[in-house]
């Protein structure tokens, strides 16, 4: 009876250490660590993922921006009382901040 017992555990204990294993193959941790041990490499994998980063949220930004300024644009031309003159004060210093 013990022994049954000591064999399930063992059959637990061995399935639990291939699910582990199969973990560690999956996140690379081989490869991270290949890549702590170069510190060249390492700091151009991170300065390129700042480039990246930094390029897309300049893009996102200006993609927002111009989303923003196009709808109030449009709250503009409704000519609404309170709103639409300070929308108007703004939109005119942005165009003037852009030139001609």
Do not use: C, W, Y
Not at 28 to 44: A, I, K, Q, S
Not at 46 to 66: P, W, Y
């Amino acid at each position: 009876m013990e022994n049954q017992v000591d064999e399930s555990i063992i059959d637990k204990l061995n399935h639990r250490i291939d699910q582990l294993a199969k973990g560690i193959e999956r996140i690379r941790l081989v490869e991270f660590g290949e890549l702590l041990d170069n510190p060249r490499r390492l700091f151009m994998v991170n300065f390129m993922a700042g480039v990246a980063r930094g390029l897309g949220m300049a893009v996102g930004f200006t993609i927002l921006a111009a989303i923003l300024l196009f709808f109030l644009q449009r709250i503009v031309r409704l000519n609404l009382p309170i709103i639409g003159g300070f929308i108007a004060e703004i939109v005119r210093m942005v165009q003037h901040q852009m030139g001609p």
